[in-house]
């Protein structure tokens, strides 16, 4: 959710061959320059991105949300290389297809999280998977160990096999959907809304859980994705209210594609996850 996720739109056009060579071009440029430089006002580019070309990652000792940023800049980055692969620069490729892998300094092999580090390489204390906030964009590590769309072969290897990882989302439905306010020091609509309904860890009114259902498609348990996410579509989507926010046409745009079946979880991958449609319709 923070960072520079623009990147994402731009790489998902260029596979898609939107756009002139020439524009394609001169948006590589700029994402480059978004991904080595400090901007002036902290509000545009990466925040911290020195400190995550200096480290592999963005320490929590400087940084609020360092997780989030970590793991948000390693997808840029994969945008990036995606982008300069298409167009044939195959140095830039490289290189920010190894940056691409940043997300894997972060993870705790012994809780099985996406945990902070700080600038001497230790992970922070005190450690809740449900705490949120801190070192987590409105969300908990529950939900921010997932959000490596672009290399989730990667992340089964750091769980030590595809089933470990199937059995981690397991374990995330199945959950209880409880949440420690930590550093908002107060609960938030997202926190509420995710403890309102039964779907354990998956707090589909927020961006960071949008994905979480249809990773056992990916992982080849499509029969799950399809169960969750009917569930989630027509119990918590009514004709009076969503589950969450609508944040930019997100949520909209989640629970259409998600209705008739067709799901994109990486873009800047052209490729789709294809399941059965909950709704019947036609395309005139």
């Known amino acids: 959710m923070p960072s520079t996720l623009i990147d994402a739109v731009i790489a998902d056009a260029v596979v898609k061959d939107i756009g002139t060579r020439r524009l394609h071009e001169g948006l590589l440029e700029a994402m480059i320059k978004h991904a080595t430089t400090k901007a002036e006002d902290r ?19 400087k940084y609020k949300e360092s997780v989030n940023l970590t793991l948000d800049f390693a997808y840029g980055d ?15 490729y490289e290189q920010y297809s190894r940056r691409a892998l940043s997300y894997t300094a972060l993870f705790d092999k012994e809780t099985g999280f996406m945990r902070a580090k700080d600038t001497s390489g230790e992970l922070r204390g005190d450690f809740s998977p449900y705490r949120w906030g801190g070192d987590y964009t409105e969300s ?25 990882l199937l059995s981690r989302l397991d374990e995330l439905f199945d959950a209880k959907p409880l949440y420690e306010v930590g550093a908002y020091g107060g609960e938030i609509h997202e926190m509420t809304e ?6 354990g860890q998956c707090a589909i009114s927020n961006q960071p859980s949008f994905a979480l259902p249809y990773f056992y498609a990916y992982l080849g348990e499509t029969k799950k994705s399809e169960k969750w996410i009917k ?15 609508e944040d930019n046409g997100s949520m909209s745009a989640w629970y259409i594609l998600s209705c008739i079946g067709k799901y994109s979880i990486c873009p800047s991958k052209n490729e789709w996850i294809e399941l059965t449609p909950i709704y019947k319709y036609k395309i005139k």
Request: hydrophobic content about 40%; overall charge negative; glycine content about 8%.
């Open 140 to 164: 908990s590590a529950w939900h921010s160990t997932f959000s490596v769309v672009h290399d989730i072969e990667g992340l089964c290897k750091l769980f030590g096999s595809k089933e470990k």
């Open 78 to 92: 994969y945008c990036i290389a995606t982008v300069a692969r298409t167009l044939g620069k195959a140095e830039i």
């Open 231 to 245: 569930k989630i579509c027509t119990e918590l989507f009514t004709v009076d209210a969503f589950p969450g926010d």
């Open 194 to 199: 995710m403890a309102q309904v039964d779907f």
């Open 43 to 61: 509000r545009y580019g990466r925040e911290g991105i020195l400190d995550y070309i200096k480290y592999g990652y963005v320490p929590c000792d």
